[in-house]
Nanobody
Framework: QVQLVESGGELVQPGASLRLSCATS????????IGWFRQAQGKKREGIGC????????RYKQSVKDRFSLSRDKARNTVFLQMNSLRPGDTAVYYC???????????????????WGQGTQVTVSS
């Protein structure tokens, strides 16, 4: 009964910063990884980052590594995606997802994540 709930998506201007949250529940046994994905209209879903519960290690899609960062609040079971210097090209629905097998973020493919949140809309426009 793993559940993920994203929040924090807004309409912002180019250059703004935004922090998305992924509230998690139902991880009662071992470690897991939380991935962040986004899907713009008319485009495929792409993985942008991942953080492991085992050691808080992270990995990122190369194109966003200098602007986006992941962190985790263990006590509150929440993962954050900090996005800086936002561009119109960042406009998309952002999803968090979980895997209990690839706990070291070996993959950023959506096919390797088993649990998904509902998504939150991020729009970057002037």
């Amino acid at each position: 009964q793993v559940q993920l709930v994203e929040s924090g998506g807004e309409l912002v201007q180019p250059g703004a910063s935004l922090r998305l949250s992924c509230a998690t529940s139902g991880f009662t046994e071992g470690d897991y990884a939380i991935g962040w994905f986004r899907q713009a209209q008319g485009k495929k879903r792409e993985g942008i980052g991942c953080i492991s519960s085992a050691d808080d290690s992270t990995r990122y899609k190369q194109s966003v590594k200098d602007r986006f960062s992941l962190s985790r609040d263990k006590a509150r079971n929440t993962v954050f995606l900090q996005m800086n210097s936002l561009r119109p090209g960042d406009t998309a629905v952002y999803y968090c997802a979980a895997t209990e097998t690839l706990i070291e973020c070996e993959s950023l493919s959506s096919d390797d994540f088993d649990y998904w949140g509902q998504g939150t809309q991020v729009t970057v426009s002037s």
